[in-house]
């Protein structure tokens, strides 16, 4: 039966990619007969794709979708044989890469390498959970997280990354099964490539197998092993991509076009299969994968009469966990002080914290300048305070699957100039509206002496162009719980960029909110100018104001600490914070304030070492500059 299971897997995914004429028929027919057996090892209940106890499956290689898709019809989740037939069509179920939109894609991998520290991050919030749940008579947390990767996702930096901090934790509950087909686009993987795979993952604690792919005992016999490991394990599967495609068996032209219509009828043909039928999926292979219904709504309902014996304080923790209610946070005040942000930012992080056992993340070694410790909290995974390492890729895709997981809300901290380490891993959160807190301390050239490879330029503005992100900067730490508040109610990543140097505390609203993106601090009646600005330039900016205004030039001033909550406001409440001529000041590139503005004051440059104060005049953002540049628009 595992033979005609994986034969079917193999005419599903190579029909699939041949009706939409577009997508990867070699890695799905090449790990079909993994996946024939992985199917009856799997703890998961199709009817309830969040059952939390469930094992998790992650794709990395998000490519082999077909591969998914067949899994997921045939294991009884909500997709059709009609959703497989409209594989990569618009607004199909059945997308080009898995995501979050088909019942039980666990997660969007996309780029690769990304899948594997998703895994690392899906086996770790278990590992976490199992501490603050299980008690001796009741495991409420202990299933096992299965990821399938190829050769592109093992040459990805990233794989090092959270491969490295899988060893170190010793995830026992995490099973890579590696695709070793040595097939990549290009033709052979010794054409760039020739690790030793086994030592690599031996010396970052990982427990190793090697089989061969296409034999169902050996496949069994190592995913029966997976129970009996007190490591990560890692199961080299020497396979060959499209098996069974005839002549494009174990060739890299099988890789990303489709086999040709006249090739699958022969390889069905040689495979015992109706050449003449596409999707064809027989009785009793569907009766046997069907199983998996029924299979897991009584493991589900097992586990539900299991949680009856938990005390009420496990009971509440949990509850809490999967429920959390963010209004019940008690916000420092920071009325009448000055601080830089990112001192205000750890005093909130720690409320938030001290509320809420969900909350929870960690800095790329950074902690002490990004005052994100969370205090009295612990080290994972028994505590709240995750070292990742100088892993900043790492850490936001394993972030991003401790948000999927469906109990915590993560942060990621660093400084904003290494946000380009980690900027596809925010991507990626952005596609999936993830509750995932980005935390970029060291915000602009006020990062003085480190010079200009630590002064980011470019970061805001690609950050504010990303769909779906929220990039808040507050001008002072009342603002900042204000950010925060906001931040916590949206479903979306959200990302604080933080000062380092002290700033002023702001007059209190005279219209609008922070949660309207930006609000007057200042109003004069008549304005002739509007001078708009975000964290440590709304200061300047509320100096300059003052300069304007002593030669009687009626001005007004707007603090933006989010730039796309401004951008969604009614052209009404535009309009009224937003008289005369507008002066946009900002320590970066800043173009994007043209939107708003009719002159930007921002970075033409890079920067350059010094203290921050002498930056900041050299590169014109001084109160005279800005009133003299604001005075020239009249």
């Given amino acids: 039966m595992n033979t005609k299971i994986s034969n079917t897997i193999k005419f599903l995914s190579a029909d699939m990619?041949?009706?939409?004429?577009?997508?990867?028929?070699?890695?799905?027919?090449?790990?079909?007969?993994?996946?024939?057996?992985?199917?009856?090892?799997?703890?998961?209940?199709?009817?309830?794709?969040?059952?939390?106890?469930?094992?998790?499956?992650?794709?990395?290689g998000g490519h082999a979708s077909a591969l998914v898709y067949s899994y997921l019809y045939l294991s009884g989740y909500?997709?059709?044989?009609?959703?497989l037939k409209n594989f990569r069509q618009l607004h199909s179920r059945t997308p080009g890469h898995p995501e979050i939109t088909?019942?039980?894609?666990?997660?969007?991998?996309?780029?690769?390498?990304?899948?594997?520290?998703?895994?690392?991050?899906?086996?770790?919030?278990?590992?976490?959970?199992?501490?603050?749940?299980?008690?001796?008579?009741?495991?409420?947390?202990?299933?096992?997280?299965?990821?399938?990767?190829?050769?592109?996702?093992?040459?990805?930096?990233?794989?090092?990354?959270?491969?490295?901090?899988?060893?170190?934790?010793?995830?026992?509950?995490?099973?890579?099964?590696?695709?070793?087909?040595?097939?990549?686009?290009?033709?052979?993987?010794?054409l760039a490539w020739s690790e030793d795979v086994k030592a690599r993952f031996e010396a970052q604690g990982f427990e190793v197998a090697r089989i061969d792919g296409h034999d169902f005992t050996q496949i069994e016999f190592a995913l029966s092993e997976a129970k009996n490991k007190t490591k990560p394990y890692l199961i080299i599967a020497n396979t060959k991509i499209a098996k069974g495609a005839l002549?494009?068996?174990?060739?890299?032209?099988?890789?990303?076009?489709?086999?040709?219509?006249?090739?699958?009828?022969?390889?069905?043909?040689?495979a015992g299969f109706d050449p003449d039928k596409h999707f064809f999926v027989s009785e009793d292979v569907l009766f046997q994968t069907r199983a998996a219904v029924e299979k897991g709504d009584l493991e589900e309902a097992l586990w539900k009469k299991s949680l009856e014996s938990l005390t009420s304080e496990k009971k509440e923790l949990l509850n809490s966990l999967l429920n959390p209610d963010f209004s019940k946070v008690e916000y420092p005040d920071f009325s009448g002080q000055k601080l830089a942000t990112r001192d205000s930012n750890g005093k909130i992080i720690n409320a938030i914290s001290k509320a809420f056992p969900s909350f929870l993340g960690g800095s790329a070694d950074l902690a002490p300048s990004n005052k994100t410790t969370?205090?009295?909290?612990?080290?994972?995974?028994?505590?709240?305070?995750?070292?990742?390492?100088?892993?900043?890729?790492?850490?936001?895709?394993?972030?991003?699957?401790?948000?999927?997981?469906?109990?915590?809300?993560?942060?990621?901290?660093?400084?904003?100039?290494f946000s380009d380490y980690l900027k596809n891993s925010a991507r990626m959160a952005a596609l999936m509206k993830l509750k995932h807190f980005f935390i970029f301390t060291h915000d602009s050239i006020g990062v003085g002496e480190d010079g200009p490879t630590h002064q980011p330029i470019e970061q805001l503005s690609t950050f504010r162009a990303m769909p779906g992100f929220y990039t808040f900067r507050p001008a002072d730490g009342n603002e900042n719980v204000k950010c925060w508040q906001v931040a916590l109610s949206l479903d979306a990543p959200s990302a604080f960029v933080l000062s380092r140097q002290g700033l002023e505390p702001l007059p209190k609203p005279v219209f609008g909110e922070p949660k309207n993106g930006g609000y007057l601090?200042?109003?004069?009646?008549?304005?002739?100018?509007?001078?708009?600005?975000?964290?440590?330039?709304?200061?300047?900016?509320?100096?300059?104001?003052?300069?304007?205004?002593?030669?009687?030039?009626?001005?007004?001033?707007?603090?933006?600490?989010?730039?796309?909550?401004?951008?969604?406001?009614?052209?009404?409440?535009?309009?009224?914070?937003?008289?005369?001529?507008?002066?946009?000041v900002e320590a970066a590139s800043g173009l994007e304030w043209y939107k708003f503005a009719d002159e930007v004051l921002g970075m033409q440059t890079f920067g350059e070492s010094g203290k921050a104060g002498d930056l900041f005049k050299h590169f014109g953002f001084s109160d005279t500059n800005i009133a003299k540049i604001a005075e020239s628009l009249l």
């Avoid at 909500?78 to 959703?83: A, E, G, P, T």
Wanted: contains cysteine; charged residues 25%.
């Fill in 17 to 60: 990619v041949q009706k939409a004429n577009s997508g990867h028929p070699g890695a799905p027919m090449g790990l079909s007969d993994i996946m024939s057996v992985l199917m009856k090892f799997i703890k998961h209940n199709p009817k309830n794709p969040k059952w939390l106890n469930r094992d998790r499956l992650v794709f990395s």
């Fill in 78 to 83: 909500d997709l059709s044989l009609d959703d």
């Fill in 102 to 190: 088909t019942n039980g894609v666990e997660i969007a991998t996309g780029p690769l390498g990304q899948g594997i520290a998703n895994a690392v991050g899906f086996a770790l919030a278990s590992k976490y959970a199992a501490n603050l749940l299980n008690d001796e008579k009741t495991k409420v947390i202990d299933h096992k997280v299965y990821c399938f990767c190829g050769d592109g996702d093992l040459e990805e930096g990233i794989s090092y990354e959270a491969c490295a901090l899988a060893g170190f934790h010793k995830l026992d509950n995490l099973v890579i099964i590696y695709d070793s087909n040595n097939i990549t686009i290009e033709g052979s993987t010794n």
């Fill in 247 to 270: 002549e494009l068996e174990n060739t890299s032209k099988s890789h990303g076009a489709p086999l040709g219509e006249e090739l699958i009828q022969r390889a069905k043909v040689e």
């Fill in 374 to 417: 969370l205090n009295d909290a612990g080290t994972f995974p028994d505590g709240k305070n995750i070292h990742f390492g100088i892993r900043e890729h790492a850490m936001a895709a394993i972030n991003n699957a401790i948000a999927r997981y469906g109990l915590f809300v993560p942060f990621s901290a660093t400084f904003f100039i």
């Fill in 521 to 584: 601090v200042k109003e004069s009646s008549e304005a002739k100018i509007t001078l708009i600005a975000s964290g440590s330039e709304v200061e300047l900016c509320l100096k300059a104001a003052n300069l304007l205004e002593s030669k009687d030039i009626k001005t007004n001033v707007v603090s933006v600490p989010c730039f796309e909550i401004l951008c969604k406001q009614e052209k009404s409440y535009l309009n009224r914070i937003l008289k005369g001529k507008v002066l946009a």
